[in-house]
């Protein structure tokens, strides 16, 4: 058997050497896509609800929310575990599924249940399923600090560059399952009512609320056929600066508009913070962390964060 195998590798030498220089190469492609982890995912397929009430007190939260979403829960096919985690103003319902089963069909089942329960919660909540990621889904955090050209950027603009440019471009990397952004301060327009001039000009807090609600936001008319044209016609009222806001009538009074600059200050501040981000000994610091699709190449993933 070895003589005729050595005989017939003599004779087809150069098809024994394209096998050989197929075989290697197969070999060096497997070598450089090898899924590589320093802590392997084994994790169940995991789906996560997490929502958001502001101003609820953990009962209330467990009360109204987390109680009837886990009721609702209850049955789903391929469902092992079913836990939840009450905070102020938050709830996390936690699902665990068998090993086998698809994470897209999970999260589907998920959906579905939660649908069928949301009209029933409290008004006012906002959320939804977490990201495709596991608890060993963090795999890249990354600082932003000034470019060197001698500004000071502020925490806030910083935020603000995390949020509305890295963040989003981050997102679009192969693997990438989301991007959080932690530290730094959420730009806000604030709204500071001035009790006296309500009083003074006879208007409440509700009216005040009401007129911010409904001068921020473009509204669609008809059209105007005008020769071989057709002409559009809209109202632009989207809110872009401050002293937008501060040109917006809550009401006329005496036939002249009280404007909410007569009413209230506003200002540019930032979102209610409860935590900070702070690196080497130097302060507070803005950072984002980046978190693996489950299933995707942890190795590839992160060398696709680093080239963008």
Same mark, same amino acid.
Request: glycine content about 8%; overall charge negative.
């Given at each position: 058997?070895?003589? /005729? &195998?050595?005989?017939?590798?003599? %004779?087809?030498?150069?098809?024994?050497?394209?096998?050989?220089? #197929?075989?290697?190469?197969?070999? &060096?492609?497997?070598?450089?896509?090898?899924?590589?982890?320093?802590?392997?995912?084994?994790?169940?397929?995991?789906? +996560?609800?997490?929502?958001?009430?502001?101003?609820?007190?953990? =009962?209330?939260?467990?009360?109204?929310?987390?109680?009837?979403?886990?009721?609702?829960?209850? #049955?789903?096919?391929?469902?092992?575990? &079913?836990?939840?985690?009450?905070? @102020?103003?938050?709830?996390?319902?936690?699902?665990?599924?068998?090993?086998?089963?698809?994470? !897209?069909?999970?999260?589907?089942?998920?959906?579905?249940?939660?649908? +069928?329960?949301?009209?029933?919660?409290?008004?006012?909540?906002? *959320?939804?399923?977490?990201?495709?990621?596991?608890?060993?889904?963090?795999?890249?955090? !990354?600082? %932003?600090?000034?470019?060197?050209?001698?500004?000071? !950027?502020?925490?806030?603009? &910083?935020?603000?560059?995390?949020?509305?440019?890295?963040?989003?471009?981050?997102?679009?990397?192969?693997?990438? /399952?989301?991007?959080? =952004?932690? *530290?730094?301060?959420?730009?806000? @327009?604030?709204? /500071? %009512?001035?009790?006296?001039?309500?009083?003074?000009? *006879? %208007?409440?807090?509700?009216?005040?609320?009401? /007129?911010?609600?409904?001068?921020?936001?473009?509204?669609?008319?008809?059209?105007?056929?005008?020769?071989?044209?057709?002409?559009?016609?809209?109202?632009?009222?989207?809110?872009?600066?401050?002293?937008?806001?501060?040109?917006?009538?809550?009401?006329?009074? !005496?036939?002249?508009?009280?404007?909410?600059?007569?009413?209230?200050?506003?200002?540019?501040?930032?979102?209610?913070? @409860?935590?900070?981000?702070?690196?080497? *000994?130097?302060?507070?610091?803005?950072?984002?962390?980046?978190?693996?699709?489950?299933?995707?190449? =942890?190795?590839?993933?992160?060398?696709?964060?680093?080239?963008?």
């Amino acid at each position: 058997m070895i003589a /005729a &195998l050595v005989r017939f590798s003599l %004779i087809q030498r150069l098809m024994v050497l394209l096998v050989t220089l #197929g075989i290697s190469a197969a070999g &060096l492609w497997s070598f450089n896509t090898l899924p590589i982890d320093a802590f392997p995912d084994i994790s169940s397929p995991q789906v +996560q609800v997490i929502i958001k009430a502001n101003g609820m007190s953990p =009962s209330e939260v467990e009360q109204r929310i987390t109680f009837p979403i886990e009721m609702e829960m209850q #049955g789903i096919p391929g469902q092992t575990v &079913l836990r939840s985690t009450t905070k @102020y103003a938050l709830s996390v319902i936690v699902i665990d599924f068998e090993d086998d089963m698809d994470i !897209y069909l999970a999260r589907n089942l998920v959906t579905e249940r939660l649908n +069928q329960v949301w009209d029933s919660l409290p008004a006012g909540i906002e *959320g939804g399923l977490a990201p495709i990621t596991t608890p060993l889904g963090e795999i890249f955090m !990354y600082r %932003i600090i000034s470019d060197g050209s001698g500004k000071d !950027y502020s925490n806030q603009e &910083l935020r603000s560059l995390q949020d509305w440019v890295i963040r989003p471009h981050l997102r679009k990397v192969d693997g990438v /399952a989301d991007v959080n =952004s932690l *530290g730094g301060e959420v730009r806000t @327009y604030e709204v /500071a %009512i001035k009790p006296e001039a309500l009083v003074k000009h *006879g %208007i409440s807090v509700d009216e005040v609320e009401h /007129a911010l609600m409904e001068s921020n936001r473009n509204a669609g008319g008809d059209r105007i056929n005008q020769n071989d044209e057709v002409l559009l016609v809209r109202t632009v009222g989207k809110l872009n600066s401050i002293e937008d806001i501060n040109n917006i009538a809550v009401r006329t009074r !005496y036939g002249k508009p009280v404007h909410i600059s007569d009413v209230a200050e506003v200002r540019i501040g930032n979102m209610t913070r @409860y935590g900070a981000v702070t690196a080497d *000994g130097e302060g507070e610091a803005v950072t984002g962390l980046v978190l693996l699709r489950k299933g995707a190449n =942890s190795l590839k993933t992160v060398a696709g964060t680093k080239k963008h």
